[in-house]
């Protein structure tokens, strides 16, 4: 039997950049097949291609062994192919059925729209596959989780058979990517098969049967999780041997830096999203606050960093109290903050690179004389910084639009850790970005505290808090559940705590 | 291998990795030529947007002509010739009277006649003077664009200028023009700045969308100039007509023909130019601009910045508001001497058009007024020649404007390549972004 | 096909810039300009009823004549420029807005004759002949009309804007109907307006048919079952409302409403004449004789007695057959002086 789904030599050049450089692929009935690359090696690219949204500049695809050209989503569909993007293309208003059925929707006696028919089939798919999802709920009710299977649903009532999940797991907890996982075995189990696109090598070595890797375009080899582990995984990923512990040694914890007491903080619908943390971070530490998303951690650092107003309690800065001070105070205590939404808070996107990294210090000599620009002096800060922390842009002139997340994320780290600070905030530092950017976020945080500042990192990644952080805080619900020495956290601990269950 | 020197060979590598996914990324051509080509490409479409919209104009023309009509009715042929002797017609009337007639001025300058020259200038002189006033008001519209705020008050702020303008005109006697005149266009200029910046306040203490409330303001504006040029009114002239006094000479705008009453360009273009100038470095070239830009481009990354979003959004709408206001006092202190009740038709609207043609930059604000100046200026001359309706100006404007802002039509339209996410130029956030 | 089309337009363009059309009109025979006011040639109203004239007189007189519409306060001197370029002999221009212009180029162009509408000179300039028109005659039966058709004893009017070109109106109709009070005994009252307050009210525009059908119903909603509209176009609007209503009348102005806006006939009792062709062509005539001496500062006075202005016919059965001959009775009064029409004592009263 010939395979379900099979590429050949597809290559795909953009002006300047070859993309998709004769990449062969195949995946066999029932199987999940791992794309596993760094962001920008062309993972997207070519399952945009297999989807109808680009056409390729060469090569063949196979469907079932019969040779197919796909003009758009459309033909895709039509050929079984479904595709769960990173950003979900879900109506929010609208209930389960309602988004399943749009586009597609069955018509009852010329005029009526047949829910009851849509919904029914959706509970049949629903109980066949164990996705549990109510037919009748409101997306926007919905956890992030159930969201992504009611994507998937929209791809299974149309009757794909091959599923390609774009970064799944992106999004999740740890509990909602078991679950995923579940889910996509027991697709496999009944006959479909599944493309999956990771840059994380856990979950590809859990999930898949066969793996292949991408590194620039091309496809740089194709292995099983039996063959391979890890580290090997990463480096064929990155093209190099990579450290995945972060290497750190010893902290020497100083003087207190940020002194939180009694904090009480509203979120955006006038809740109490923080209600009466105290902790300390002293210079010399990296204190990581763990927890599930929405538990208060960014409102937490929005409030340390002025951005959010404080209801009561106090937070001092190096001696300083700095409660509800002005985000430019704050930044001019020395406090430097890398923000959990990159490209909402932390970048203009339309702005060059170099306007990127001054975006705090513009009007500061040698940035500014007076009220004028300097922009010699703001090329040459764009381009130390471009080369110190190794940010890949065609030029510093560069809009970030157009830069990769990594890199993105490599500008706001250079211009917030190049600046001499006693305290430093970062939140998901390294959320969505591959082995080597991550790699290198650690060390340059790591760095400033053997420089001797003060560092929160606040992450929903485990891994990344464990590896990173000399103690650890865990948030629930707003407060805090325990704090436990780097030393004495396991994932099993830490899991609890960040469920509310138990206090440590 | 040592990770420093993988890093830098990273960095030197001629194939550098780009890019979200590579597709982002363009062509490698030299900075210099990249950016040259990149501006001329941003050009395509605002051309194509003219010259489709004066074909839609001709075909305007042609079918609510009569005679064409009566030609086909005498065969195809001949309604064909009729059709194109009609667009001649009125188009040759269209460009001579924004342009001239170059033969024409050509001849006149060999002749050294003064009143054969001024004939045959006059048109460009026109042209110019129109595009004096909305050149302001473009710039006005387009400040606020940057800023991330929708100024649809350019109006209100034009009149409230205006008030100022022609009361600091004739009411301050005795002055020297050196004094008077700048005393006269700062005038304008703040009042229509303190226009401008009640609904920046209120946009920033409240939340409250500046759309509504420059609109709101808009109709406060009107009234107030109604209330004050009533006829009893207590800014009237006294002789029984809605229309204020007469400014002192001492307040007029230089002309350049000072004793030729129908050529009425003024200095006022020259400000025009300079202000554009003042804009462009304004936004580009101080800490102000870059604030500005970035309150606009992205709020939230402001005031992460440490920028004061409040702060930046009342001094852009002061000084988009001060920009109107010039508009009003140039063509008070420049064209008319005075102000009448009825005083603008739709400047602060037409502005917002140039700015949407003038992709917001001060310069592109300058070639889309300059376009609009020569349109109306056409259309002046085409009405008395080939009797075609002024509104076949408004006609052809509206669908430059419908062009520009759905450029889909244009491209597929002459089948071009869809163009990179980052030259779209994002002009204001949605509703309700506070 | 398309882009051939495409093609063959834009060659056409092409050619339209190269060959250049130059001016317009044959090159004999007496010219005459108009330049309208923003209101536009088809305004129904006076720019129309210029226009109106201009056409009579090139039918009757044999001359040529055209009109230059303006969108903005700044197009009135472009488009008498273009005029003074084409050699025309006489520029009429329309409404008190463009008087200082108007004074302008004729003080430049002594060669140029110029008429204004609605517009007189203080003093008078010897090459303007200015056209005004004592509407308050007209009016004055309207509202004499009007305090006969009412049923209700409140009748209304309304204007654009205060200037002493639309308040004449309503001054007529007040005293009209204060006559009418006087001979008949009745107490109508008039709505809108008050020669002893000196205030009335005022839509702000000539443009809003909105602001006409709301000042409109307001009226209606007060009591008043005939409304007059001083304000153009604005004036549609109040005729809706009218007509919406039913059992109202409305009273139009300028022009006859019945054959400028039929479709309101069945509400309209009658229309006050501001015959503005009728001194438009008065004037082309006397300027385009040919033993023509100039104006000499002349001005015209449009009244019942010249037919400048006038009451178009008063709707049937609306008023008892004896009130049409009382009004022709007091139209006979008014030209013999008998009665007072209200505008010259109310201007005294200021």
Known sequence: ?504 | MDRKTAAESNVKAPERALGDEADRVRGRLPRGRRRTRGRLRSLVIPFLAIVTALIIGALVIVFTDETVYAAFGDGVGRGVARASSVITRAYGAFFSGALGNPVRIITALFSGQGTQIRRAIYPLTETIRISTPYIFAGLAVALGFQGGLFNIGAEGQYFVAGLVTVFVGYAVTGLPGIIHLPLALLAGAVGGGIWGAIPGLLKAKTGAHEVINTIMMNYIAFRLAEFMLDANGPMARGDGRPVSPEIQPSAYLPQFFPNQIEIRVNTGFLLALAVAVLVWWLLYKTTLGYEIRTVGANPRAARYAGMSVARTVVITMALSGALAGLSASTDILGVLHFMPNAFSSGYGFDAIALALLGKSHPFGVVLASLLFGALRAGAQNMQGIAQVPVDLTSIVQGLIIVFIAAPEIIRKLYRLRQPVASDELVTVRGWGGA | MRKRVSIGLVAILLASLVLNACGGGAASGYKVGMVTDMGGVDDKSFNASGWKGIEDAIKELGIEGSYLESQQQTDYATNITQYVNQGTNLIITVGYMLADDTANFAKANPDINFAIVDFAYDPPIDNVRALTFATDQASFLAGYAAAAATKTGKVACFGGINIPSVSIFMVGYEAGVKYYNAQHGTDVQVLGWSTAANNGVFVGNFESTDDGRRTGEEFLAEGADVIMAVAGPVGQGTAEAVQVAGNAWFIGVDQDWTLTAPKYTDVILTSVLKNIDVAVFDTIKLASAKDFAGFGGESYVGTLANDGVGLADVADGAIPSEIVDELEDVRKGIIDGTIDSGWETYLSGL
Do not use: W
């Open chain 1, 1 to 504: 039997m010939p395979p379900v789904l099979q590429l050949r030599g597809i290559t795909k050049r953009f002006p300047g950049v070859l993309a998709n450089d004769h990449i062969d692929l195949e995946l066999e009935e029932g199987q999940v097949l791992a794309l596993l690359g760094e962001n920008g090696a062309g993972k997207s690219t070519l399952m945009n291609i297999l989807y109808g949204l680009y056409h390729p500049d060469e090569g063949e695809i196979y469907i079932r062994g019969e040779k197919v050209s796909i003009h758009g989503p459309s033909d895709a569909i039509r050929l079984g192919i479904g595709m769960v993007h990173q950003h979900f293309m879900l109506v929010p208003v609208l209930t389960v059925t309602e988004n399943v059925m749009l586009g597609m929707e069955s018509i009852r006696n010329g005029m009526v729209l047949d829910r009851t028919k849509a919904s029914k089939r959706i509970r049949e798919i629903s109980d066949q596959y164990g996705l549990e999802v109510d037919p009748e709920a409101t997306v926007e009710d919905l956890p992030v989780g159930i969201q992504q299977r009611v994507e998937i649903i929209k791809l299974l009532y149309r009757n794909a058979d091959i599923l390609i999940l774009d970064e799944p797991t992106a999004v999740l907890t740890p509990q909602e990517v078991t679950g995923l996982i579940r889910v996509v075995r027991s697709l496999v189990a009944q006959g479909k098969s599944v493309v999956f696109i990771s840059h994380k090598l856990k979950e590809v070595l859990e999930l898949s049967d066969r793996i292949v890797v991408l590194r620039r375009g091309r496809s740089v080899g194709s292995t099983t999780p039996e063959e391979s582990d890890e580290r090997s995984l990463a480096s064929m990923m990155v093209g190099r041997d990579v450290i995945l512990e972060v290497p750190k040694g010893p902290a020497h914890p100083g003087d207190v830096v940020l002194d939180v007491q009694d904090l009480v903080v509203k979120g955006d619908q006038e809740k109490v999203a923080v209600s009466g943390i105290s902790f300390q971070v002293r210079g010399g530490e990296i204190v990581g606050a763990a927890g599930v998303q929405g538990n208060g951690q960014t409102e937490l650092v929005e409030a340390i960093t002025g951005l959010r107003p404080v209801e009561s309690g106090r937070v001092m800065i190096g001696g300083h109290d700095v409660t509800n001070a002005s985000p430019r105070a704050i930044t001019e205590f020395g406090t430097a903050h890398v923000p959990e939404d990159r490209q909402r808070d932390g970048l203009v996107l339309s702005y060059s690179v170099a306007h990127n990294v001054i975006l705090n210090t513009y009007y500061v000599p040698p940035f500014a004389r007076g009220p004028l620009m300097q922009e010699t002096a703001v090329a040459r800060q764009a381009d130390q910084l471009i080369a110190q922390f190794d940010v890949r842009t065609p030029s510093p002139q560069t809009p970030v639009a157009n830069l990769s997340g990594g890199n993105q994320q490599k500008v706001i780290v250079a211009r917030e850790l190049s600046r001499p600070v006693q305290l430093t905030l970062a939140s998901q530092p390294t959320r969505g970005l591959d082995v080597g950017s991550i790699e290198y976020i650690h060390a340059q945080l790591v760095k400033k505290r053997d420089e001797g500042a003060a560092v929160l990192v606040v992450s929903a990644e485990l891994d990344e808090v464990m590896a990173l952080a000399d103690r650890i805080l865990v948030m629930y619900e707003g407060r805090i559940m325990g704090t436990l020495d780097a030393t004495e956290a396991t994932r099993e601990r830490l899991g609890l705590l960040m469920a509310g269950v138990a206090t440590a």
